[in-house]
């Protein structure tokens, strides 16, 4: 599933409802592996609360 999220991120940054509906899982699922990606570094976020963005790190976009 992280490895899908990361490879979504990639292709389009989005929030976890978009991610959740085009990966087509639930969004408590989209919203649980988000927050270990997040906890790792992994994934980063841009906005407020609803609408917040999420996009691959710096970090990973070089290292892939």
């Not at 599933?1 to 976890?16: D, E, F, G, V």
């Not at 978009?18 to 980063?44: C, D, F, M, P």
């Not at 691959?56 to 892939?64: D, G, K, N, Q, V």
Request: charged share 20%.
């Amino acid at each position: 599933m992280r490895a899908r999220l990361i490879q979504a991120l990639r292709l389009k940054p989005s929030n976890i409802n978009q991610l959740a509906k085009s990966l087509g899982v639930e969004y408590r699922t989209v919203q649980h592996h988000i927050e270990v990606l997040k906890k790792n570094s992994l994934v980063s976020s841009f906005g407020e609360r609803y609408g917040l963005t999420w996009f691959i790190s710096p970090w990973l976009e070089a290292h892939i």
